[in-house]
């Protein structure tokens, strides 16, 4: 099944197969190729795919896998593998990618791993900087499954994950916490994040286990959409996807109440 679809600055499709690979659906040539179905030493680390990243030129592509990071470089069509180090603090602790997010600048990318947390990833040196999860500091990382991860346009960098709400990082291992504040109706839907997304115009939005929410950075508050009279969201889904058409339609992937739009 298709885990993860980016598109590049060329227009072009990638598509993260689970289990099986990389697949490449060409703009121009109106055809889809598969990149790797299989893991091995020369491609990918592992076969199943769950996150996907375009770098700005259109030529690196950044996947992440079961076991580790891999990076795919279109013109030579050659893979480089970063997979899990155990006690090398500049690699990384564990091995499946659950979200990747560019850094602030091109020389640099944000991920996160299953069961440790997120990092930071200085293409230059080709280190590792982990953050763990620290969740009884009170400007700490939550969760160390963060399964959503959004650079916004003002450099802002929005995660979600297991637990612990819309989470802002601030630098120098710091965050801001957004969590459920039970009677109030402007606070964000629930604690657990599966997807977040940024609009065109700007427009911040949230999926949760309990429905979608739009995210207000000014009023540091939360709209929560498609809800009944009771507040309660229509759907009853977990919001797995989200993604804007060119029309500007959002389009809405559930877990078991199939695709919506708005």
Same mark, same amino acid.
């Given at each position: 099944?298709?885990?993860?679809?980016?598109?590049?600055?060329l227009?072009?499709?990638?598509?993260?197969?689970f289990?099986?690979?990389?697949?490449?659906?060409?703009?121009?040539?109106?055809?889809?190729?598969?990149?790797?179905?299989?893991?091995?030493?020369?491609?990918?680390?592992?076969?199943?795919?769950?996150?996907?990243?375009?770098? !700005?030129?259109?030529?690196?592509?950044?996947?992440?896998?079961?076991?580790?990071?891999n990076?795919?470089?279109?013109?030579?069509?050659?893979?480089?593998?970063?997979?899990?180090?155990?006690?090398?603090?500049?690699?990384?602790?564990?091995?499946?990618?659950l979200?990747?997010? /560019?850094?602030?600048?091109?020389?640099?990318?944000?991920?996160s791993?299953?069961?440790?947390?997120?990092?930071?990833?200085?293409?230059?040196?080709?280190?590792?900087?982990?953050?763990?999860?620290?969740?009884?500091?009170?400007d700490?990382?939550?969760?160390?499954?963060?399964?959503?991860?959004?650079?916004?346009?003002?450099?802002?960098? $929005?995660?979600?994950?297991?637990?612990g709400?819309?989470?802002? $990082?601030?630098?120098?291992?710091?965050?801001?916490?957004?969590?459920?504040?039970?009677?109030?109706?402007a606070?964000?839907?629930?604690?657990?994040?599966?997807?977040?997304?940024?609009?065109?115009?700007?427009?911040?939005f949230?999926?949760?286990?309990?429905?979608?929410?739009?995210?207000? !950075?000014? /009023?540091?508050?939360?709209?929560?959409?498609?809800?009944?009279?009771?507040?309660?969201? /229509?759907?009853?889904?977990?919001?797995?996807?989200?993604?804007?058409?060119?029309d500007?339609t959002?389009?809405?992937?559930?877990?078991?109440?199939?695709?919506?739009?708005?």
């Amino acid at each position: 099944k298709a885990k993860a679809l980016k598109t590049d600055a060329l227009g072009d499709l990638w598509v993260g197969l689970f289990p099986n690979g990389l697949d490449h659906g060409s703009r121009f040539a109106n055809q889809f190729c598969v990149v790797q179905n299989a893991s091995d030493a020369s491609g990918l680390s592992h076969k199943s795919v769950l996150s996907l990243m375009a770098h !700005p030129d259109a030529n690196n592509i950044w996947i992440g896998t079961e076991n580790g990071l891999n990076h795919y470089t279109a013109n030579s069509k050659q893979f480089t593998q970063y997979i899990p180090a155990p006690g090398d603090t500049s690699q990384l602790q564990s091995g499946p990618i659950l979200a990747l997010a /560019k850094g602030e600048s091109n020389d640099e990318l944000w991920l996160s791993a299953w069961g440790s947390g997120i990092y930071n990833f200085n293409l230059k040196t080709r280190q590792f900087t982990q953050i763990a999860a620290q969740p009884s500091r009170p400007d700490g990382l939550k969760t160390s499954e963060i399964w959503a991860m959004l650079r916004a346009h003002d450099g802002t960098l $929005y995660l979600g994950g297991s637990g612990g709400g819309l989470q802002i $990082y601030r630098g120098n291992g710091r965050f801001e916490h957004f969590a459920v504040e039970p009677g109030n109706p402007a606070s964000i839907s629930n604690n657990y994040l599966r997807s977040l997304l940024q609009t065109r115009s700007g427009r911040i939005f949230v999926g949760t286990a309990s429905g979608l929410d739009e995210f207000l !950075p000014d /009023k540091k508050q939360f709209v929560r959409w498609l809800r009944n009279e009771q507040g309660e969201f /229509k759907i009853g889904a977990t919001v797995m996807a989200l993604f804007e058409g060119r029309d500007g339609t959002l389009w809405v992937g559930t877990h078991g109440a199939g695709l919506i739009s708005i």
